[in-house]
């Protein structure tokens, strides 16, 4: 039986590995992390991580031929194909702060991984790493061996979207894996391109030289960024010209060389990769060289950075040029529907607009608890990729804040709802029952475009919908201040 072993329980591993051990009954996967309680999740009824679909994959395989496990260097010692799928968050000091990855755990992982080993072995790149990381871990596992064994290295970088995720490994667009163009290294492709055969069809697995594969994952989620930067731009020039970004979104995708995916208008974006992946390439492309490529990229975030900050602004603005002790309900906290992971959400960024003017916020979210919430308010930029800085706040921190369970509660005498998160929840509120108990006038600023603005409108509320024409409200509010 070939077994496969992979190092960290997150996002990534959990997943991918669950669901080659569902594919593969005759390949024995561990996965291995040095979190007790993280590992003891796993192994519960109640799983680290909400992604529809999880559940039932992992309920199939587990103690059969998938195990979660802390015993990380006795199953790497074991293992066949060491896939390594540990956090490689952005700098917070030193050389390359708040642009570069930092591989300090990566760097820990390949050592014990060289200590450990007793048999040849396979180590897949699974989390996103710079370019040439491979050739890094390659001189430390040839460096501190000395016994001989041969490592071939592979990356295989992950293409999974939150709330998909289990659909996106079941039926991927394409799998790459890249590896040395040498005898050792074409063999190894192909002994990793076996185990995705099992259900990725032949023509979906796509292999190429490690650089490559290194670079296309940042490749593709600074394009996808930047897709969602370009509509939200395009969302500032439709509210002053009463164009309607809907309108606009769908005839542009239309066009088959461009097509309609990632043309949402919203608050912005979120997630642990699109920040973190552009501002990595940034500080790449700055190494080698190229400042003119570095401020192209650079610019798909300050897009980002603008919406959020417009957003807030447009609360503001609308609302008398003043939200001091009034109550804003903020529906949804998670960076997209059908997912707890709130990191990078632009939620944190448009609460903490809010609160620097004296908000009183209540928030609801069905998959983030209250905790989480407050973790993420009180932490400074990046912190959340670093667990270890992460102070503990005083209660007096959170009293502009209230967390709820109930939309209905979190609107309740409310000035203004804000829609952060597309939740299809809110889209089946009774809206009629929370603009009779709200403060009036009554706002919505739909931060997602999922609800209908003239039935709102027709109820009495004052709305603010993203880049579509503004309410004659909002409009004379803005020319008057």
């Known amino acids: 039986m070939v077994k496969i072993c992979c190092i960290g329980a997150g996002y990534v591993g959990g997943p991918t590995m669950a669901m080659i051990a569902l594919k593969c009954p005759d390949i024995q996967v561990v996965v291995v992390d040095i979190s007790k309680p993280r590992i003891a999740a796993w192994n519960s009824a109640d799983l680290p991580i909400y992604e529809p679909g999880l559940d039932e994959v992992v309920k199939a395989c587990r103690d059969k031929n998938l195990f979660f496990s802390t015993d990380v260097e006795k199953h790497v010692a074991e293992a066949d194909i060491v896939f390594v799928s540990v956090n490689t968050p952005t700098k917070t000091r030193g050389l390359g702060a708040g642009k570069a990855a930092d591989l300090t755990y990566w760097e820990s992982a390949a050592r014990m991984i060289a200590d450990v080993s007793k048999s040849d072995k396979i180590v897949v790149e699974k989390s996103t790493v710079p370019v040439k990381t491979a050739e890094a871990i390659e001189k430390i596992l040839t460096h501190n061996n000395d016994k001989g064994i041969n490592f071939q290295i592979l990356s295989n970088p992950e293409f999974l979207a939150e709330g998909t995720a289990i659909e996106d490994l079941a039926k991927p667009d394409r799998v790459l894996i890249g590896g040395r163009e040498t005898p050792g290294g074409r063999k190894a492709v192909e002994a990793l391109k076996a185990v995705y055969a099992h259900w990725v069809p032949e023509d979906r697995i796509l292999t190429t030289n490690l650089w490559s594969a290194e670079l296309s994952k940042l490749a593709a989620n600074a394009f996808l960024a930047q897709r969602i930067s370009s509509i939200n731009a395009m969302s500032a020039l439709c509210e002053s010209t009463g164009a309607n970004v809907s309108e606009v979104a769908y005839a542009v995708g239309k066009d088959s060389r461009i097509g309609p995916k990632f043309l949402n208008a919203s608050v912005g974006f979120g997630g642990s990769c699109f920040q973190k992946d552009i501002l990595n390439l940034v500080y790449i492309c700055e190494c080698n060289g190229l400042p003119e490529v570095a401020h192209y990229w650079k610019q798909v975030v300050q897009i980002n950075d603008y919406q959020k900050t417009r957003f807030v602004k447009r609360v503001v603005s ?4 003043t939200v001091s002790g009034k109550k804003i309900a903020i529906l949804g906290f ?9 990191r990078e959400t632009p939620a944190i960024d448009v609460c903490h607009g809010l609160l620097g003017d004296k908000a009183l916020l209540s928030i609801y979210d069905p998959q983030v608890t209250e905790d989480q919430m407050k973790r ?10 670093h667990p270890q800085h992460l102070q503990p706040q005083s209660p007096t921190a959170f009293k502009q804040v209230s967390v709820v369970w109930d939309a209905y509660e979190a609107t309740k005498d409310a000035h203004a709802v804000c829609i952060i998160t597309e939740w299809d929840e809110f889209k089946k509120l009774d809206y009629q029952r929370i603009y009779d108990n709200m403060q009036k006038p009554a706002f919505i600023f739909d931060g997602r475009n999922v609800l209908g603005v003239e039935a709102l409108r027709k109820i009495g509320f004052v709305v603010y919908s993203i880049g579509k024409p503004l309410d004659p409200w909002v409009k004379d509010l803005q020319v008057s201040i």
């Open 334 to 342: 998670a960076f997209k529907k059908d997912t707890g992971d709130t």
């Open 318 to 321: 609308s609302m008398f040029n």
């Open 376 to 385: 993420d308010l009180a932490m400074n930029k990046f912190d959340w990729d």
